[in-house]
Protein backbone atom coordinates (compact mmCIF):
# COMPACT_ATOMS: atom_id res chain seq x y z
CA UNK A 1 0.00 0.00 0.00
CA UNK A 2 1.23 3.32 -0.92
CA UNK A 3 1.80 6.08 1.91
CA UNK A 4 0.01 9.12 2.31
CA UNK A 5 2.49 10.92 0.60
CA UNK A 6 3.24 8.80 -2.21
CA UNK A 7 -0.20 8.30 -2.96
CA UNK A 8 -0.56 11.83 -3.29
CA UNK A 9 2.18 11.82 -5.78
CA UNK A 10 0.70 9.40 -7.74
CA UNK A 11 -2.51 10.84 -7.90
CA UNK A 12 -1.33 14.12 -8.72
CA UNK A 13 0.62 12.20 -11.53
CA UNK A 14 -2.26 10.86 -12.49
CA UNK A 15 -4.24 14.09 -12.69
CA UNK A 16 -1.45 15.94 -14.87
CA UNK A 17 -1.26 13.07 -17.26
CA UNK A 18 -4.42 12.34 -18.05
CA UNK A 19 -5.50 15.27 -19.75
CA UNK A 20 -2.19 15.20 -21.63
CA UNK A 21 -2.94 11.44 -23.10
CA UNK A 22 -7.02 12.73 -23.69
CA UNK A 23 -5.80 15.10 -25.79
CA UNK A 24 -4.36 12.66 -28.16
CA UNK A 25 -7.73 11.66 -29.52
CA UNK A 26 -10.59 13.60 -30.63
CA UNK A 27 -14.38 12.60 -30.76
CA UNK A 28 -16.64 13.86 -34.02
CA UNK A 29 -19.88 12.66 -33.95
CA UNK A 30 -20.81 12.81 -37.67
CA UNK A 31 -23.97 12.84 -40.14
CA UNK A 32 -21.37 12.30 -42.71
CA UNK A 33 -20.28 9.17 -44.60
CA UNK A 34 -17.42 8.32 -43.92
CA UNK A 35 -15.40 7.88 -46.96
CA UNK A 36 -16.31 11.43 -47.19
CA UNK A 37 -13.99 12.45 -43.94
CA UNK A 38 -11.70 9.51 -43.69
CA UNK A 39 -9.21 10.92 -46.02
CA UNK A 40 -9.76 14.32 -44.07
CA UNK A 41 -9.22 13.35 -40.61
CA UNK A 42 -6.68 10.79 -41.58
CA UNK A 43 -4.52 13.51 -42.97
CA UNK A 44 -4.65 15.47 -39.64
CA UNK A 45 -3.64 12.18 -37.87
CA UNK A 46 -0.51 12.18 -39.73
CA UNK A 47 0.03 16.07 -39.22
CA UNK A 48 -0.05 16.02 -35.99
CA UNK A 49 -0.56 13.10 -34.47
CA UNK A 50 -3.63 13.18 -32.82
CA UNK A 51 -6.25 10.09 -33.39
CA UNK A 52 -9.40 11.33 -34.67
CA UNK A 53 -12.17 8.49 -33.39
CA UNK A 54 -15.17 9.79 -35.00
CA UNK A 55 -19.13 7.74 -35.07
CA UNK A 56 -21.50 8.51 -37.79
CA UNK A 57 -25.28 8.30 -37.55
CA UNK A 58 -28.11 10.38 -38.97
CA UNK A 59 -28.31 13.96 -37.61
CA UNK A 60 -31.47 13.54 -35.15
CA UNK A 61 -29.83 11.06 -33.11
CA UNK A 62 -27.09 12.32 -32.86
CA UNK A 63 -27.84 15.59 -31.24
CA UNK A 64 -29.96 13.73 -29.10
CA UNK A 65 -27.21 11.62 -27.92
CA UNK A 66 -25.05 14.54 -27.05
CA UNK A 67 -28.36 16.29 -25.43
CA UNK A 68 -28.68 13.02 -23.15
CA UNK A 69 -24.75 12.68 -22.14
CA UNK A 70 -24.98 16.30 -20.85
CA UNK A 71 -21.70 16.67 -18.70
CA UNK A 72 -20.85 12.71 -19.32
CA UNK A 73 -20.15 13.73 -22.95
CA UNK A 74 -17.81 11.91 -25.26
CA UNK A 75 -18.22 14.02 -28.31
CA UNK A 76 -15.85 17.05 -28.75
CA UNK A 77 -17.34 18.13 -32.26
CA UNK A 78 -20.55 17.71 -34.12
CA UNK A 79 -20.34 17.72 -37.70
CA UNK A 80 -23.23 17.64 -40.03
CA UNK A 81 -24.66 18.96 -42.77
CA UNK A 82 -26.84 21.90 -43.86
CA UNK A 83 -27.25 25.31 -41.79
CA UNK A 84 -30.43 23.83 -40.89
CA UNK A 85 -29.33 20.91 -38.72
CA UNK A 86 -26.60 23.57 -37.09
CA UNK A 87 -28.82 25.86 -36.05
CA UNK A 88 -31.19 23.46 -34.53
CA UNK A 89 -28.02 22.22 -32.59
CA UNK A 90 -27.61 25.10 -31.46
CA UNK A 91 -30.93 25.78 -30.12
CA UNK A 92 -30.88 22.58 -28.36
CA UNK A 93 -27.78 24.30 -25.95
CA UNK A 94 -25.44 21.30 -27.17
CA UNK A 95 -23.37 23.47 -28.74
CA UNK A 96 -20.83 26.29 -27.01
CA UNK A 97 -19.10 29.17 -28.65
CA UNK A 98 -15.62 29.88 -29.48
CA UNK A 99 -13.54 32.33 -31.08
CA UNK A 100 -11.09 31.97 -33.82
CA UNK A 101 -9.18 34.76 -35.91
CA UNK A 102 -7.84 31.69 -37.67
CA UNK A 103 -11.81 30.89 -38.70
CA UNK A 104 -12.81 34.19 -39.24
CA UNK A 105 -10.09 34.87 -41.64
CA UNK A 106 -10.73 31.79 -43.59
CA UNK A 107 -14.61 31.51 -43.39
CA UNK A 108 -17.13 34.32 -44.88
CA UNK A 109 -18.93 35.37 -42.11
CA UNK A 110 -22.13 34.22 -44.35
CA UNK A 111 -21.29 30.68 -43.74
CA UNK A 112 -20.76 30.94 -40.06
CA UNK A 113 -23.11 31.07 -36.57
CA UNK A 114 -23.56 34.86 -35.72
CA UNK A 115 -23.41 33.15 -32.09
CA UNK A 116 -19.48 31.76 -32.94
CA UNK A 117 -21.24 27.96 -32.35
CA UNK A 118 -20.35 26.26 -35.46
CA UNK A 119 -18.96 27.06 -39.36
CA UNK A 120 -18.76 25.55 -42.21
CA UNK A 121 -16.44 23.76 -43.96
CA UNK A 122 -17.98 22.97 -47.63
CA UNK A 123 -20.71 24.14 -49.44
CA UNK A 124 -22.97 23.21 -51.75
CA UNK A 125 -25.44 24.96 -54.32
CA UNK A 126 -29.20 23.82 -54.56
CA UNK A 127 -29.40 24.68 -58.12
CA UNK A 128 -31.41 23.26 -61.10
CA UNK A 129 -30.48 20.30 -63.03
CA UNK A 130 -32.00 20.15 -66.29
CA UNK A 131 -32.48 17.67 -69.17
CA UNK A 132 -30.09 18.65 -72.18
CA UNK A 133 -32.61 16.34 -75.12
CA UNK A 134 -35.40 18.30 -73.69
CA UNK A 135 -35.07 21.65 -72.37
CA UNK A 136 -32.60 24.45 -73.44
CA UNK A 137 -30.58 26.30 -71.20
CA UNK A 138 -32.56 30.10 -71.95
CA UNK A 139 -35.98 28.36 -71.11
CA UNK A 140 -34.61 28.41 -67.62
CA UNK A 141 -34.19 31.31 -65.28
CA UNK A 142 -35.14 31.31 -61.62
CA UNK A 143 -36.26 29.20 -58.65
CA UNK A 144 -39.41 31.06 -59.25
CA UNK A 145 -40.40 30.97 -62.20
CA UNK A 146 -40.55 26.71 -62.10
CA UNK A 147 -44.10 27.47 -60.64
CA UNK A 148 -44.92 28.86 -64.04
CA UNK A 149 -47.31 27.02 -66.62
CA UNK A 150 -44.87 26.24 -68.85
CA UNK A 151 -43.22 23.89 -66.46
CA UNK A 152 -46.66 21.75 -65.73
CA UNK A 153 -46.10 17.94 -65.94
CA UNK A 154 -42.25 18.54 -66.51
CA UNK A 155 -40.88 19.69 -62.67
CA UNK A 156 -39.35 16.89 -60.36
CA UNK A 157 -38.81 17.30 -56.70
CA UNK A 158 -37.44 15.65 -53.54
CA UNK A 159 -39.44 15.19 -50.93
CA UNK A 160 -40.18 18.19 -48.36
CA UNK A 161 -38.97 15.96 -45.40
CA UNK A 162 -35.33 16.91 -46.56
CA UNK A 163 -33.56 19.73 -44.60
CA UNK A 164 -32.47 20.83 -47.99
CA UNK A 165 -35.60 21.66 -49.46
CA UNK A 166 -36.69 23.32 -45.70
CA UNK A 167 -33.66 25.62 -45.89
CA UNK A 168 -34.82 26.71 -49.61
CA UNK A 169 -37.87 27.31 -48.76
CA UNK A 170 -36.42 29.38 -45.63
CA UNK A 171 -34.69 31.63 -48.01
CA UNK A 172 -37.64 32.31 -50.06
CA UNK A 173 -39.70 33.45 -47.01
CA UNK A 174 -36.87 35.56 -46.10
CA UNK A 175 -36.40 37.14 -49.55
CA UNK A 176 -40.45 37.12 -50.61
CA UNK A 177 -42.34 37.05 -47.27
CA UNK A 178 -45.17 33.92 -46.78
CA UNK A 179 -47.58 34.38 -48.85
CA UNK A 180 -45.87 35.13 -51.92
CA UNK A 181 -43.67 31.98 -50.93
CA UNK A 182 -46.31 30.00 -50.17
CA UNK A 183 -47.68 30.57 -53.73
CA UNK A 184 -44.05 29.70 -55.62
CA UNK A 185 -45.12 26.45 -53.97
CA UNK A 186 -48.39 25.43 -54.78
CA UNK A 187 -47.11 26.35 -58.21
CA UNK A 188 -44.10 23.44 -57.85
CA UNK A 189 -46.26 21.06 -56.33
CA UNK A 190 -48.73 21.86 -59.19
CA UNK A 191 -46.31 21.32 -61.82
CA UNK A 192 -45.09 17.67 -60.76
CA UNK A 193 -44.44 15.17 -63.45
CA UNK A 194 -44.78 12.29 -60.67
CA UNK A 195 -44.73 12.14 -57.10
CA UNK A 196 -41.73 13.18 -54.98
CA UNK A 197 -38.48 11.40 -54.91
CA UNK A 198 -36.72 10.30 -51.74
CA UNK A 199 -33.24 11.65 -52.86
CA UNK A 200 -31.38 13.96 -55.22
CA UNK A 201 -30.12 11.14 -57.49
CA UNK A 202 -33.58 9.41 -58.02
CA UNK A 203 -34.75 13.04 -59.43
CA UNK A 204 -31.37 13.29 -61.52
CA UNK A 205 -32.24 9.95 -62.72
CA UNK A 206 -35.84 10.73 -63.05
CA UNK A 207 -34.77 13.65 -65.71
CA UNK A 208 -32.23 11.69 -67.55
CA UNK A 209 -35.02 8.76 -68.13
CA UNK A 210 -37.14 11.03 -69.56
CA UNK A 211 -39.91 11.47 -66.40
CA UNK A 212 -39.33 15.13 -65.91
CA UNK A 213 -37.85 17.76 -67.98
CA UNK A 214 -36.30 20.06 -64.98
CA UNK A 215 -35.49 19.98 -61.23
CA UNK A 216 -33.94 20.95 -57.85
CA UNK A 217 -30.65 19.13 -56.70
CA UNK A 218 -27.59 19.49 -54.45
CA UNK A 219 -24.58 20.12 -57.07
CA UNK A 220 -22.69 16.69 -55.44
CA UNK A 221 -24.97 14.72 -56.20
CA UNK A 222 -24.92 15.33 -59.66
CA UNK A 223 -21.16 15.57 -59.51
CA UNK A 224 -21.24 11.39 -58.17
CA UNK A 225 -23.96 10.76 -60.73
CA UNK A 226 -22.02 11.98 -63.50
CA UNK A 227 -18.60 10.47 -62.51
CA UNK A 228 -20.40 7.06 -62.59
CA UNK A 229 -22.18 7.97 -66.19
CA UNK A 230 -20.28 10.42 -68.02
CA UNK A 231 -22.68 10.46 -70.91
CA UNK A 232 -25.76 11.83 -68.69
CA UNK A 233 -27.73 13.95 -70.53
CA UNK A 234 -28.17 16.39 -67.73
CA UNK A 235 -26.75 19.22 -66.88
CA UNK A 236 -26.83 22.04 -63.97
CA UNK A 237 -28.32 25.56 -64.39
CA UNK A 238 -27.62 28.33 -62.04
CA UNK A 239 -30.85 30.11 -61.29
CA UNK A 240 -31.29 33.69 -60.22
CA UNK A 241 -28.32 35.38 -61.64
CA UNK A 242 -30.05 38.81 -62.11
CA UNK A 243 -31.47 38.84 -58.83
CA UNK A 244 -30.26 37.57 -55.38
CA UNK A 245 -27.92 34.57 -56.80
CA UNK A 246 -27.88 30.90 -55.91
CA UNK A 247 -29.26 29.09 -53.01
CA UNK A 248 -25.78 27.77 -51.23
CA UNK A 249 -26.03 25.69 -48.52
CA UNK A 250 -23.08 24.00 -46.21
CA UNK A 251 -21.37 21.14 -44.41
CA UNK A 252 -20.01 22.34 -40.80
CA UNK A 253 -18.59 21.67 -37.51
CA UNK A 254 -19.52 22.77 -33.61
CA UNK A 255 -17.76 22.26 -30.48
CA UNK A 256 -20.36 20.60 -27.84
CA UNK A 257 -21.13 22.10 -24.75
CA UNK A 258 -18.88 19.37 -22.76
CA UNK A 259 -16.83 18.94 -24.95
CA UNK A 260 -14.02 16.21 -23.18
CA UNK A 261 -11.07 17.69 -25.04
CA UNK A 262 -11.85 21.17 -26.26
CA UNK A 263 -8.48 22.62 -27.26
CA UNK A 264 -7.51 19.74 -29.35
CA UNK A 265 -11.32 19.99 -30.99
CA UNK A 266 -10.87 23.86 -31.59
CA UNK A 267 -7.16 23.08 -33.46
CA UNK A 268 -9.07 20.56 -35.26
CA UNK A 269 -11.51 22.81 -36.42
CA UNK A 270 -9.41 25.40 -37.02
CA UNK A 271 -7.00 23.18 -39.39
CA UNK A 272 -10.21 22.47 -40.91
CA UNK A 273 -10.81 25.66 -42.43
CA UNK A 274 -6.73 26.14 -44.07
CA UNK A 275 -6.05 25.43 -47.67
CA UNK A 276 -4.72 22.05 -47.08
CA UNK A 277 -7.84 20.74 -45.47
CA UNK A 278 -10.16 22.49 -47.80
CA UNK A 279 -8.53 21.04 -50.88
CA UNK A 280 -9.28 17.83 -50.05
CA UNK A 281 -12.77 18.43 -49.05
CA UNK A 282 -12.37 19.73 -52.75
CA UNK A 283 -11.15 16.63 -54.86
CA UNK A 284 -12.96 14.31 -52.65
CA UNK A 285 -16.39 15.26 -51.58
CA UNK A 286 -17.46 17.01 -55.25
CA UNK A 287 -18.31 20.48 -53.11
CA UNK A 288 -16.77 23.98 -53.18
CA UNK A 289 -14.71 24.82 -50.33
CA UNK A 290 -15.84 27.26 -47.79
CA UNK A 291 -12.80 28.88 -47.77
CA UNK A 292 -12.52 31.18 -50.58
CA UNK A 293 -8.77 31.33 -51.29
CA UNK A 294 -9.28 27.45 -52.64
CA UNK A 295 -10.22 26.47 -55.88
CA UNK A 296 -12.84 23.72 -56.22
CA UNK A 297 -11.61 20.93 -58.21
CA UNK A 298 -11.35 20.67 -62.07
CA UNK A 299 -15.00 18.39 -61.75
CA UNK A 300 -16.29 21.02 -59.92
CA UNK A 301 -15.11 24.03 -62.09
CA UNK A 302 -16.68 22.72 -65.07
CA UNK A 303 -19.80 23.11 -64.23
CA UNK A 304 -19.37 26.95 -64.58
CA UNK A 305 -19.06 30.08 -62.46
CA UNK A 306 -21.87 31.21 -60.12
CA UNK A 307 -23.39 34.16 -58.00
CA UNK A 308 -24.47 32.99 -54.51
CA UNK A 309 -26.67 34.07 -52.41
CA UNK A 310 -25.14 36.65 -50.01
CA UNK A 311 -27.72 35.99 -46.91
CA UNK A 312 -26.48 34.28 -43.94
CA UNK A 313 -27.01 30.64 -43.94
CA UNK A 314 -28.47 30.72 -40.53
CA UNK A 315 -31.64 31.71 -42.02
CA UNK A 316 -32.50 28.19 -42.91
CA UNK A 317 -32.40 27.46 -39.54
CA UNK A 318 -34.16 30.63 -38.07
CA UNK A 319 -37.10 29.94 -40.52
CA UNK A 320 -37.28 26.20 -40.47
CA UNK A 321 -40.59 26.04 -38.65
CA UNK A 322 -42.29 27.91 -40.64
CA UNK A 323 -40.65 26.67 -44.27
CA UNK A 324 -42.31 23.30 -42.91
CA UNK A 325 -45.57 24.83 -42.27
CA UNK A 326 -45.40 26.76 -45.70
CA UNK A 327 -44.35 23.33 -47.25
CA UNK A 328 -47.24 21.10 -45.90
CA UNK A 329 -49.92 24.13 -46.52
CA UNK A 330 -48.31 24.18 -50.30
CA UNK A 331 -48.87 19.76 -50.17
CA UNK A 332 -45.20 19.41 -50.28
CA UNK A 333 -45.29 15.66 -48.93
Known sequence: ???PKRLLTALAFFLMAGPAHAADEVVVYSS???ELIKPVFDAYTEKTGVKIRFITDKEAPLMQRIKAEGENASADLLLTVDAGNLWQAEQMGILQPFTSK??????????????HQWTGLSLRARTLAYSTERVKASDLSTYEALADKQWEGRLCLRTAKKVYNQSLTATLIEV??????????KGWVGNLSTDVFSDDIAVLEAINAGQCDVGIVNTYYYGRLHKQKPNLAVKLFWPNQGDRGVHVNLSGIGLTRYAPHPEAAKALVEWLTTPEAQRIFADVNQEFPAN?????????????RFAPDTLPVEIAGKRQAEAIRLMDRAGWN
Open 102 to 115: LIDANIPLQYRSSG
Open 32 to 34: RID
Open 1 to 3: MLA
Open 292 to 304: PAVAPSAEVASWG
Open 176 to 185: HGAEKTEQIL
